[in-house]
Nanobody
Framework: QVQLVESGGGLVQAGGSLRLSCAASGRTSSRYAVGWFRQAPGKEREFVAAISRRNGITYTYYADSVKGRFTISRDDVKNTVYLQMNSLKPEDTAVYYC?????????????????WGQGTQVTVSS
């Protein structure tokens, strides 16, 4: 079993930055692929970014809507995955969730993840 705890959300003005953290505990492994998703009020949960490591190489994946503005990274010593969010827009406002799956293969659908955090609110004001 893996437990995930997100932190770092808050209120920021458009154009500002936030860094989200996802701390993992329990049966963690550097083999796990980790993704960030978000859910705005009245909308479905959507993929934001994901990261995996294979044969010493780190692979990252991004939704088109955040490419060039968000950066996902991981520190396997600290069992933490980060989401650096720059140039934030009001449409980025949502609850952000991290999720992990017990494989190195990344998928972008929510059904593909085994473990989820409780979420952290990000609000971007215009």
């Amino acid at each position: 079993q893996v437990q995930l705890v997100e932190s770092g959300g808050g209120l920021v003005q458009a154009g500002g930055s936030l860094r989200l953290s996802c701390a993992a505990s329990g049966r963690t492994s550097s083999r796990y692929a980790v993704g960030w998703f978000r859910q705005a009020p009245g909308k479905e949960r959507e993929f934001v970014a994901a990261i995996s490591r294979r044969n010493g190489i780190t692979y990252t994946y991004y939704a088109d809507s955040v490419k060039g503005r968000f950066t996902i990274s991981r520190d396997d010593v600290k069992n933490t995955v980060y989401l650096q969010m720059n140039s934030l827009k009001p449409e980025d406002t949502a609850v952000y969730y991290c999720a992990a799956r017990d494989t190195i293969v990344v998928v972008t659908n929510t059904n593909g993840y085994d473990y989820w955090g409780q979420g952290t609110q990000v609000t971007v004001s215009s």
